[in-house]
């Protein structure tokens, strides 16, 4: 197992001197008096909860809600650094859109050997209800969010791909509010590309997905779960700043052909429903038969093109850790090109020689479920405990399949301002990219998370991690 290196740091250089990308905001920040910053870090928090930013913690009592902590020193990214990470971007979302076309029609890359039947057997993010159809615009994934980590100066890894339901990008939203309503001196200096035209960008691009069946102008909603899921806030959020109608499904039901919303004057076709609802929820008659939050008929209206699902059911399986092992093969496979953003180096677990190896260096790598998420169900190997340790053994041994190890990696730091000061913790970051008959229309920048506890790598809020703005640099 090869020596972890140092974190990179993207304010400092190895001589302490500052980024090039930092000057100008640690010039500004420099020339404040430290008792000001407090108080504006302090109002950053009050405006947050004023502002209702909160999300639930299930598998706790009564599903907790909480106060994700934000911090008020950005994440800055040079408009050089961002060009390089949209290409890499763009052709990863290419190829995810082409291998779930592949996926639900002729299945070419198992034929070809590339990718183990297996991984599709039994496995239920794939969706039987899909096969031999595809939704209108060829679009699977209308809404993408990519996990990206950084190692080094040009070091930039894949952690995970989000093609279902990606969440958070109203915090990346309410961030920059924040930001420019706390210190909007600070972008007369420093010239930050927008984001806040994403919902309007969100809704054009949904739009240009509409089914053959519409008329008139696209009419769009937001489907969700209620207000006892955990992202309602964005659900609303999202839909209130897109001119878009939230429903819930007993807001919807199937007539004449079509999914109509129930409106003041009756019921009037919908034609795009942005969907946060899991697929088992989607269709009683198709799914869950108990579901109470889909719409009984949806998936055959669906299917007879009068409406359109973003993202599209069965889309899930592009979230599935296994398949994630396999990214190169399938960027390659579907672009003809070598991936221009890598994936971490990951073993299957399921495979015997792999498994030896997790098991021997389990201590040094991190172990995570295949269907996981939210930093639920992981092992982080160098921080665990040896009764940790011995415990998630046992889960390997009895279920191999059901997980893939990594190693730890030397996440890169980014300042977040304490009592202290700036000190550095650990950051991710999460571009939001849209897709459509279009194009591929990527917001620049995204959500940064960053884990507030000192060298902790898990950034998740819903294991304590923070967000923080992420400015990327206009051209000069």
Same mark, same amino acid.
């Given at each position: 197992?090869?020596?972890?290196?140092?974190?990179?740091?993207?304010?400092?250089?190895?001589?302490?001197?500052?980024?090039?990308?930092?000057?100008?905001?640690?010039?500004?920040?420099?020339?404040?008096?430290?008792?000001?910053?407090?108080?504006?870090?302090?109002?950053?928090?009050?405006?947050?909860?004023?502002?209702?930013?909160?999300?639930?913690?299930?598998?706790?009592?009564?599903?907790?809600?909480?106060?994700?902590?934000?911090?008020?020193?950005?994440?800055?990214?040079?408009?050089?650094?961002?060009?390089?990470?949209?290409?890499?971007?763009?052709?990863?979302?290419?190829?995810?859109?082409?291998?779930?076309?592949?996926?639900?029609?002729?299945?070419?890359?198992?034929?070809?050997?590339?990718? *183990?039947? /297996? !991984?599709?057997?039994?496995? #239920? @993010?794939?969706?039987?209800?899909?096969?031999?159809?595809? %939704?209108?615009?060829? +679009?699977?994934?209308?809404?993408?969010?990519?996990?990206?980590?950084?190692?080094?100066?040009?070091?930039?890894?894949?952690?995970?791909?989000?093609?279902?339901?990606?969440?958070?990008?109203?915090?990346?939203?309410?961030?920059?509010?924040?930001?420019?309503?706390?210190?909007?001196?600070?972008?007369?200096?420093?010239?930050?590309?927008?984001?806040?035209?994403? *919902?309007? /960008? !969100?809704?054009?691009?949904? #739009? @240009?997905?509409?089914?053959?069946?519409?008329?008139?102008? %696209?009419?769009?909603? +937001?489907?969700?779960?209620?207000?006892?899921?955990?992202?309602?806030?964005?659900?609303?959020?999202?839909?209130?700043?897109?001119?878009?109608?939230?429903?819930?499904?007993?807001?919807?039901?199937?007539?004449?052909?079509?999914?109509?919303?129930?409106?003041?004057?009756?019921?009037?076709?919908?034609?795009?429903?942005?969907?946060?609802?899991?697929?088992?929820?989607?269709?009683? !008659?198709?799914?869950?038969?108990?579901?109470?939050?889909?719409?009984?008929?949806?998936?055959?209206?669906?299917?007879?093109?009068?409406?359109?699902?973003?993202?599209?059911?069965?889309?899930?399986?592009?979230?599935?850790?296994?398949?994630?092992?396999?990214?190169?093969?399938?960027?390659?496979?579907?672009?003809?090109?070598?991936?221009?953003?890598?994936?971490?180096?990951?073993?299957?677990?399921?495979?015997?020689?792999?498994?030896?190896?997790?098991?021997?260096?389990?201590?040094?790598?991190?172990?995570?479920?295949?269907?996981?998420?939210?930093?639920?169900?992981?092992?982080?190997?160098?921080?665990?405990?040896?009764?940790?340790?011995?415990?998630?053994?046992?889960?390997?041994?009895?279920?191999?399949?059901?997980?893939?190890?990594?190693?730890?990696?030397?996440?890169?730091?980014?300042?977040?301002?304490?009592?202290?000061?700036?000190?550095?913790?650990?950051?991710?970051?999460?571009?939001?990219?849209?897709?459509?008959?279009?194009?591929?229309?990527?917001?620049?920048?995204?959500?940064?998370?960053?884990?507030?506890?000192?060298?902790?790598?898990?950034?998740?809020?819903?294991?304590?991690?923070?967000?923080?703005?992420?400015?990327?640099?206009?051209?000069?």
């Amino acid at each position: 197992m090869a020596e972890r290196q140092a974190n990179f740091d993207e304010m400092h250089a190895e001589d302490g001197s500052i980024r090039p990308a930092y000057s100008e905001y640690c010039e500004w920040h420099d020339g404040q008096e430290t008792a000001w910053l407090r108080r504006k870090h302090a109002d950053c928090e009050s405006n947050f909860r004023k502002t209702g930013i909160t999300f639930n913690v299930y598998g706790e009592d009564e599903a907790e809600e909480r106060l994700i902590p934000f911090d008020m020193v950005p994440r800055v990214i040079t408009a050089a650094e961002w060009r390089r990470l949209t290409r890499g971007i763009e052709q990863r979302v290419s190829a995810l859109n082409a291998f779930l076309y592949d996926l639900y029609h002729r299945q070419e890359i198992i034929r070809s050997g590339r990718l *183990p039947v /297996r !991984l599709l057997r039994d496995n #239920a @993010a794939w969706l039987q209800q899909m096969v031999g159809f595809t %939704p209108p615009g060829g +679009v699977y994934t209308h809404i993408v969010g990519i996990d990206l980590v950084r190692t080094g100066p040009n070091d930039w890894f894949v952690l995970e791909d989000n093609a279902r339901t990606p969440s958070g990008v109203s915090y990346m939203l309410e961030n920059r509010e924040t930001m420019m309503a706390m210190f909007p001196e600070l972008f007369s200096k420093v010239p930050v590309e927008p984001v806040s035209n994403y *919902p309007r /960008r !969100l809704a054009k691009s949904l #739009a @240009a997905c509409a089914p053959a069946a519409t008329k008139g102008k %696209p009419n769009v909603a +937001v489907l969700t779960p209620g207000i006892y899921n955990s992202a309602y806030f964005e659900h609303a959020f999202l839909a209130d700043q897109m001119g878009a109608e939230l429903v819930e499904g007993s807001d919807l039901r199937v007539k004449d052909g079509r999914v109509q919303m129930r409106c003041t004057r009756g019921y009037q076709p919908v034609d795009v429903i942005y969907r946060r609802v899991d697929d088992e929820y989607l269709d009683p !008659l198709s799914f869950h038969p108990d579901s109470m939050l889909g719409v009984p008929g949806i998936m055959d209206v669906y299917r007879s093109g009068g409406v359109t699902i973003a993202n599209a059911p069965g889309t899930g399986i592009c979230d599935d850790k296994a398949i994630y092992s396999f990214m190169p093969e399938i960027v390659e496979f579907y672009t003809g090109e070598k991936p221009l953003l890598p994936n971490v180096e990951t073993w299957r677990c399921s495979d015997e020689d792999s498994l030896g190896h997790v098991l021997d260096n389990l201590d040094e790598l991190v172990v995570k479920e295949v269907h996981g998420s939210g930093g639920y169900g992981m092992l982080i190997g160098p921080t665990s405990s040896k009764k940790e340790l011995a415990e998630f053994r046992k889960k390997l041994q009895a279920n191999p399949h059901n997980y893939i190890a990594q190693p730890t990696l030397s996440l890169s730091t980014c300042p977040i301002f304490t009592k202290k000061g700036l000190v550095p913790r650990h950051v991710d970051l999460r571009p939001y990219v849209l897709v459509s008959p279009d194009g591929i229309d990527i917001t620049p920048g995204g959500l940064t998370r960053v884990a507030l506890k000192e060298g902790s790598l898990v950034v998740n809020s819903s294991q304590g991690g923070g967000t923080k703005d992420t400015w990327v640099l206009k051209e000069t």
